[in-house]
């Protein structure tokens, strides 16, 4: 738990660095989904020094938001590419707004996700010198347990964030089909707002934020297995990485809640572009894509316990000429989720029998079909993952990892292939395969098809002739643009005012993909 930040110097170079510190909270956001993270440094104002000194700030009482006054606008949307079966509810940090984030959903790129971007109500913040602008609940200073001191203005912020899903459940998203996330501030509610919502929820996630100690300690019964995701720049200087790590530990081993993290090294109190596969592998992976379907019992299909998530049951087998088969749509690997429209995602083996017997002569089925792991190595998959592999994927990618490969770009092959393909695809890692001196070779095949080894595939050109000549895959221009120029595909640019005060004299682009995964 950090103590609370002041800056000490003349009246002039206080007031400066205030503004500075409001900079990070308002502009993190606005400076993310750059080709690389952008670097803030503050120019001397009258002083030979610009010199950060940590000391504590006192307030006589901080600011509350009234109930009454209160007011929030129509969130920004942006609507599912294909037919909706998700839902992704967006909140901003300090300062800022639901619409500026909105380019967030292109850029993650889930095609059956809808997006929603609520604005907070304007309110004076204590932290901005009680300045008036967007924020979900007051905070009184840097230190942890001032950002989430204001419980009363969390609570008020919680309620309308459940009004949303329960507004979205209403128009026929299921609960554990809906993702909340958010970045600082909004972070903080996001997580606040899952934990305490009543029906399980499809995951939360946390970026560049603190945990909300003291509102929501323990997840709702409904959440006891709620997946979470934390994301965190290394070198962060408002919220700690000190902050998510504790706040993961306590997660993972004090709740046993399925959680994942990452801290990503020379990333501030920012968005980056770093960030982004991390978060569309959370959310395809919680909420992969789903389909309903009736099949008359007796149902036809070997069902067993799912490795993940726990107590989720997945079809094994189907029987040939069975009633499941010749329903059309289910495939070896499916997951059910609903049964006759009752919850069954992670029941429990045994409890999703008894739904089944209970049923009468046709059972109404929610299923989802998960995305084969794409980080996974060929070899590690058992004879029978590689064989489900192979007959229910449209096609097969086998990238070499080894060897010369290695270090030639096979990583960025990978996350290529994994942008460019769709999801019934399978992309993994394999052994090197010879032949490597102009770069990673790629192994292509799939149900019906003879293997064959692609040579040189090295840069996002030979990727798209690939995937055209062996697949007839014609990749989306917009989604090779993002690979090659994220900056171009989704920038946001910093506000004009804060530059015309000379509060931001330099900007250096720098960044990384690599991460610290934990």
Known sequence: EADAMKFAGSPTRDLRTLLILVVCFVSASHAFLLSTPLRFAAAPVGAKSSRVHPVVVHRSMPLRMAATEVQ???????????????????????????????????????DWAKWIFPTAPKAPNTVAGGSEMNTWYDMAG????????????????????????????????????????????GGCLALAAAFQYPEALGGVIGVSTWFPRGIADKPSEANAKLPVLLCHGETDPIAKVEWTRKAFDYLLEQLELPAEGNVYPGVGHEFSPSKLPDIKDFIQTHCPPAYKTKVTKPLGAVLVEAETPKGGVQVSGLKEGGNAAAAGEIQVGDQIVRVNGEFAKNVGFDAVMDMIVKADSEVELDMVRPIPDRKADWATLSEDEQQQRYSASSGVLKVCSDGPCS????????????ELTPTDFSVSRCSCTGNCGNGPNVVVGGKGREEKVMYGVNNVGSAVKMLREEFSIETDAAKVQQILNPSKAAEFALSDELVRQGILSSVTIRGSFDSNRF
């Open 72 to 110: 929030y606008g129509k969130p920004a949307e942006v609507a599912a590419s294909e037919e909706q079966s998700a839902t992704v509810i967006w909140l901003h940090g300090l300062g800022d707004s639901g619409r500026a984030w909105s380019k967030l959903a292109g850029a993650v790129g889930v």
């Open 142 to 185: 840097v230190g942890v347990k001032e950002l989430r001191g204001d419980t009363e203005g969390i609570a008020q912020s919680v309620e309308y964030v459940h009004s949303l899903i329960s507004a979205e459940i209403e128009a026929g998203t299921p609960a554990e089909r809906i993702v909340l996330g958010g970045f600082s501030q």
């Open 407 to 418: 270090k030639q770009g096979a990583k960025l092959v990978i996350r290529w292939l994994t």
